[in-house]
């Protein structure tokens, strides 16, 4: 079984986020492999050690990404690979699945793992996108992953509970921070990691058309989120029933 994780390196969410113009600041912050990532890496060794087959991880970003494969690679994952370009900086979401779908689609693989969302961007776009660039389905939301009879079952997380829902290979899923709990690397593992193999590519490897790779979405401004405005007190001096229904018709909640 040949499983490819989604990863991305993204600065430390420990530390207070900072901005540069419109985007995020990552030149010269500690950096780390997106902590929803790592839970996506884990579901796909545990389904790798459970039906056989290898994980490789596959990251888009500058060179300094190599240390987010490395802790995958550590964690348990066989191979790597980064996609690395200068022409890459700055890349909306559809170039970046665009490139990630290039990179997984040089070799066989039966299923993808991504996080439901980046810790840094939060679009939760990409996988959906990746899903349709690649041309199989996607299921999300995952809480639980199991293979039976060459198909994924998986238990989508609900507001109310969870759907039991059967994928046939090979698929794209998001998984969520209950599907496992993420192994920590062992010393033997971040050993081993180093001499792992990863591919490191650039986009004129991809085969992709330039046109694809130049971004179409900017960021065009960033606001402080208003603060939440304090309830209005109706005190009963005999008008709270009309004052109350005067209330609901304004904000037309009747």
Do not use: W
Not at 159 to 166: I, R, S, T
């Amino acid at each position: 079984m040949n499983i490819v994780v989604c990863v991305k390196q993204v600065p430390d969410p420990n530390l207070p986020p900072q901005l540069d113009g419109n985007r995020l600041k990552r030149q010269g912050l500690a950096a780390v492999l997106d902590p929803g990532d790592e839970f996506g890496v884990e579901a796909g060794l545990q389904l790798a050690e459970a039906n056989g087959g290898e994980v490789t991880v596959v990251s888009m970003g500058p060179p300094q990404a190599m240390e987010a494969i490395r802790k995958a690679l550590s964690m348990g994952a066989h191979k790597g690979v980064l996609v690395s370009d200068e022409s890459l900086v700055n890349s909306d979401a559809l170039v970046t699945a665009r490139v990630l779908a290039a990179a997984i689609k040089r070799n066989p693989f039966d299923l993808v793992i991504a996080g439901v969302e980046s810790t840094d961007g939060y679009s939760g776009v990409v996988p959906g996108m990746l899903a349709a660039l690649l041309d199989i389905p996607q299921a999300t939301f995952a809480k639980h992953l199991e293979v039976k009879d060459s198909a994924l079952l998986m238990h989508r997380q609900t507001e109310k509970g969870y759907d039991v829902v059967e994928c046939p290979l090979p698929v794209l899923i998001t998984v969520t921070a209950g599907v496992n709990e993420p192994r920590y690397p062992s010393f033997k593992g971040i050993v081993g990691a180093k001499s792992k193999p990863v591919d490191q590519l650039a986009v004129a490897d991809l085969g992709l058309d330039p046109q694809h790779t130049q971004e179409s979405q900017t960021v065009a401004e960033i606001t402080e989120a208003p603060q939440r405005a304090s309830g209005e007190i109706i005190e009963d001096d005999g008008t709270a029933a009309a004052k109350i229904a005067d209330f609901l018709v304004r904000t037309k909640v009747i």
